[in-house]
């Protein structure tokens, strides 16, 4: 019974580690799997408590810091950037006005629904902004005032 209250306690800390992508609850959810094997094999109550400390600290010490240098951001690492991250820093232009709510852009030649990054500037049609970044389908633009990269 222990060992399904373990595996229990794993598969909660790894749903909670998708909502949260801080790479840390899912190694606690290691620990709790391993707890789990200690109580699957009869282990006392201690020793499961001991074993889900230790995997849940070393796999966080060790393991933690390579993961985090391989989710860094193309930018960072030096790698050539694809998908969402090739669009940050492009320049686009204006299609339908923009604003803090709504607007459309073109960039390469996609069409993107956009808004402005403060909230309170207006781009009019025609006009050039850079991508600052991107919040899931919508393109966060500011005034072009960088040259062409």
């Known amino acids: ?9 794993g598969i909660a800390l790894a749903i ?3 909502f949260t992508a801080t790479f840390l609850l899912i190694f606690f ?3 709790a799997f391993a707890a789990a094997g200690a109580a699957a094999l009869g282990a006392p109550l201690l020793l499961q408590v001991i074993v889900f400390a230790l995997v849940s600290g070393l796999s966080v010490t060790a393991l933690r810091p390579i993961v985090l240098r391989h989710a860094r951001p193309a930018l960072e690492s ?3 950037p694809f998908g969402v991250e090739a669009i940050e820093g ?11 709510a709504r607007g459309m852009i073109k960039i390469d030649g996609e069409l993107w629904q956009a808004r402005s990054f403060d909230g309170h500037e207006k781009y009019l049609p025609g006009e050039r902004v850079r991508v600052l970044k991107v919040n899931g389908a919508t393109a966060i633009v500011w005034r072009d005032e960088l040259p062409n990269l």
């Open 1 to 9: 019974m222990e060992a399904v209250l373990w595996i229990v306690l």
């Open 16 to 18: 909670a580690e998708a």
């Open 29 to 31: 959810g290691l620990g």
């Open 78 to 80: 030096g790698e050539t």
């Open 90 to 100: 492009t320049q686009a232009t204006v299609l339908e006005e923009v604003d803090g």
